[in-house]
């Protein structure tokens, strides 16, 4: 399975981004899907996960992140609004062959996409 992120860049802080992540190699909805993220000089980080319909986030995006998937496609996407400097990093989507629970570490996810760097500037 490949993952291949892209729709990153620069943006003021407020504005809107939407991340796109396309799959091949595989069928996406055989997989829980998620995005994480890693700023300079810090772990990478989980934001959202999605496993058919259901959704999750951490805290610090909830009401601002939408995570969704496009399984016809192949492809999964961040709608990221209301930007913030501390969302500056670069973000990964990855996928996870499908296992008990969900994870939201980033030894739970088997795929990973290059990343995409997101500028927030103040």
Do not use: H
Not at 58 to 82: C, E, H, P, W
């Amino acid at each position: 399975v490949q993952l291949q992120a892209s729709g990153g860049g620069l943006v003021q802080a407020g504005g809107s981004l939407r991340l796109s992540c396309a799959v091949s190699g595989g069928t996406m909805s055989s997989y829980d899907m998620g995005w994480f993220r890693q700023a300079p000089g810090k772990e990478r980080e989980y934001i959202a996960s999605m496993r058919w319909g259901y959704t999750y986030y951490i805290d610090s995006v909830k009401g601002r992140f939408t995570i969704s998937r496009d399984n016809a496609k192949n492809m999964m996407y961040l709608q990221m609004n209301s930007l913030k400097p501390e969302d500056t990093a670069v973000y990964y989507c990855a996928a996870s062959i499908l296992r008990l629970r969900i994870g939201a570490r980033p030894n739970d996810y088997d795929y990973w996409g290059q990343g995409t760097q997101v500028t927030v500037s103040s």
